[in-house]
T-cell receptor, first 112, second 113 residues
Framework: NAGVTQTPKFQVLKTGQSMTLQCAQD?????MSWYRQDPGMGLRLIHY???????DQGEVPNGYNVSRSTTEDFPLRLLSAAPSQTSVYFC???????????FGDGTRLSIL | KQEVTQIPAALSVPEGENLVLNCSFT??????LQWFRQDPGKGLTSLLL?????REQTSGRLNASLDKSSGRSTLYIAASQPGDSATYLC????????????FGRGTQLTVWP
């Protein structure tokens, strides 16, 4: 049982490039979300989804795009990478209102 | 806006001590409070989840309590070990935005032999 799988684990981009961070889960959870973690800022919510075909913005959505075509996958797209997007990105899932959230191992992204 | 504060920011103790980590939140309208552990360079591991109707949860040497009315939670670690060294994060969710977590900045714990 893999749980929440994030790829890649590490990535270096140049300013202006685009890329997609992948998140896949095998727990059949409806709720999925993306957070970024920055020193001194804690974890902040970027986008989330309560089910296939439904997405919404979190606290820091600018510069990111998401879609949810299946229950299993929730990719995060950086449209035009900026140095301010250098961060560690975590994907999380949740099975129900009073269930714990499960996190992936993260993607460490550097924008030069 | 929900604000979550964790005190202390860092803690260094000898092995064997009993520890208390504190978490406070400003809006008591929460559904759940969750404690996580994060090792350097790793993801978040869920330790305990306390529902808003519960007062405490226990798992092994860990005990977490919740006082929703006062906006406080404590994580008690009994007989600490060097393997407990990590950053401990507290997070609450309000349910109105299903599952959105509001995180504290964590307590960095070092347990030395």
């Amino acid at each position: 049982n893999a749980g929440v799988t994030q790829t890649p684990k590490f990535q270096v981009l140049k300013t202006g490039q685009s890329m997609t961070l992948q998140c896949a889960q095998d727990m059949n959870h409806e709720y999925m979300s993306w957070y970024r973690q920055d020193p001194g800022m804690g974890l902040r919510l970027i986008h989330y989804s309560v089910g296939a075909g439904i997405t919404d913005q979190g606290e820091v959505p600018n510069g990111y795009n998401v879609s949810r075509s299946t229950t299993e996958d929730f990719p995060l797209r950086l449209l035009s990478a900026a140095p301010s997007q250098t961060s560690v990105y975590f994907c999380a899932t949740k099975g129900g209102v009073h269930q714990p959230q499960h996190f992936g191992d993260g993607t460490r992204l550097s924008i030069l | 806006k929900q604000e979550v504060t964790q005190i202390p920011a860092a803690l260094s103790v000898p092995e064997g001590e009993n520890l208390v980590l504190n978490c406070s939140f400003t809006d008591s309208a929460i559904y759940n409070l969750q404690w996580f552990r994060q090792d350097p360079g790793k993801g978040l591991t869920s330790l305990l989840l306390i529902q808003s109707s519960q007062r405490e949860q226990t798992s092994g040497r860990l005990n977490a309590s919740l006082d929703k009315s006062s906006g406080r939670s404590t994580l008690y670690i009994a007989a600490s070990q060097p393997g407990d060294s990590a950053t401990y994060l507290c997070a609450v969710d309000r349910g109105s935005t299903l599952g959105r977590l509001y995180f504290g900045r964590g307590t960095q714990l070092t347990v030395w032999p």
